[in-house]
Nanobody
Framework: QVQLVESGGGLVQPGGSLRLSCAAS????????MGWYRQAPGKQRELVAT????????NYADSVKGRFTISKDSAKYTPYLQMNSLKPEDTAVYYC????????????WGQGTQVTVSS
């Protein structure tokens, strides 16, 4: 079993930056892929980015490509999401996830952290 705890959310103005962190514990060596989802009120949950625990290959949603960067501390299994050039439409609850296989990156979920982009 894997436990995930996000941190780093908050209120930021459009064009600003935030860095989200995800502390993983438990059976962390079983994790194959880690990712970030987000869900805004009234909207469908969206996969934002993923990173493989072996090799570090990353993938991004088109809506955040070029603005967001996912990275990982290999020793601690602590993924980060660096968010730059934030837009109001980025406002959502962001969830850290972990998966045992590439095709299913969300076997485990964190509690979520609120990101609000507003002037």
């Amino acid at each position: 079993q894997v436990q995930l705890v996000e941190s780093g959310g908050g209120l930021v103005q459009p064009g600003g930056s935030l860095r989200l962190s995800c502390a993983a514990s438990g059976s962390i060596f079983s994790i194959y892929v880690m990712g970030w989802y987000r869900q805004a009120p009234g909207k469908q949950r969206e996969l934002v980015a993923t990173v493989l625990t072996r090799g570090g290959v990353t993938n991004y949603a088109d809506s955040v490509k070029g603005r967001f960067t996912i990275s990982k501390d290999s020793a601690k299994y602590t993924p980060y999401l660096q968010m730059n050039s934030l837009k109001p439409e980025d406002t959502a609850v962001y969830y850290c996830t972990a998966g045992l296989v590439l095709e299913r990156p969300s076997d485990y979920w964190g509690q979520g952290t609120q990101v609000t982009v507003s002037s």
